[in-house]
T-cell receptor, first 112, second 106 residues
Framework: GAGVSQSPRYKVTKRGQDVALRCDPISGHVSLYWYRQALGQGPEFLTYFNYEAQQDKSGLPNDRFSAERPEGSISTLTIQRTEQRDSAMYRCASAQERGTQYFGPGTRLLVL | KNEVEQSPQNLTAQEGEFITINCSYSVGISALHWLQQHPGGGIVSLFM???GKKKHGRLIATINIQEKHSSLHITASHPRDSAVYIC????????FGKGTRLHILP
């Protein structure tokens, strides 16, 4: 596709449920980043991949959060046992290695 | 102390004014990004800098690696420039500033 896409665009879930957020990067982009942005706050880095290798996951808040990119293209961010404090906009971005990042539209997650 | 500091936090100016937004950082970096977040939430990457100066239309970004400082300038500002401007620095991970909310009055 022409840009980075994310799905779903909106997700409402009950506390304790698991959610999986998908990111489709721009074709051929080596790097893929996940960010979280709470309402009224700036983005917060979560993790990033080069190809299928997770380079840095130091931004993941705790072990309920995990991400994978098994074939070096599509990535999934999974949040297990969701909590209300997980409610935020989750964005991904892709780039040529260390190049300009192109952001997706985000998935707005609301945990009730 | 935050590793990336932006100033000002909020800025309101009249259409046509020259705008400067500043970013100072305290960590070693390989690159600095300026991002624009529209009122609707979409994020656009404006510049990626590792040295010197870049210009795109009415936007100019500069970086001084020795002083660990970058500036984003907007010439002949327009109401459509109203947005949050975010500075982000990267080495292995990316650290964001809190953003500068710019409002240009017609």
């Amino acid at each position: 596709g022409a840009g980075v896409s994310q799905s779903p665009r909106y997700k409402v879930t009950k506390r304790g449920q698991d959610v999986a957020l998908r990111c489709d990067p721009i074709s051929g982009h080596v790097s893929l980043y996940w960010y979280r942005q709470a309402l009224g706050q700036g983005p917060e880095f979560l993790t990033y991949f080069n190809y299928e290798a997770q380079q840095d996951k130091s931004g993941l808040p705790n072990d309920r959060f995990s991400a994978e990119r098994p074939e070096g293209s599509i990535s999934t961010l999974t949040i297990q046992r969701t909590e209300q404090r997980d409610s935020a906009m989750y964005r991904c971005a892709s780039a040529q290695e260390r190049g300009t990042q192109y952001f997706g539209p985000g998935t707005r997650l609301l945990v009730l | 102390k935050n590793e990336v500091e932006q100033s000002p936090q909020n800025l309101t100016a009249q259409e046509g004014e020259f705008i400067t937004i500043n970013c100072s950082y305290s960590v070693g970096i390989s690159a600095l990004h300026w991002l624009q977040q529209h009122p609707g939430g979409g994020i656009v990457s404006l510049f990626m800098l590792s040295s010197g100066k870049k210009k795109h239309g009415r936007l100019i970004a500069t970086i001084n690696i020795q002083e660990k400082h970058s500036s984003l300038h907007i010439t002949a500002s327009h109401p459509r420039d109203s947005a949050v401007y975010i500075c982000a620095v990267r080495d292995d991970k990316i650290i964001f500033g809190k953003g500068t909310r710019l409002h240009i009055l017609p």
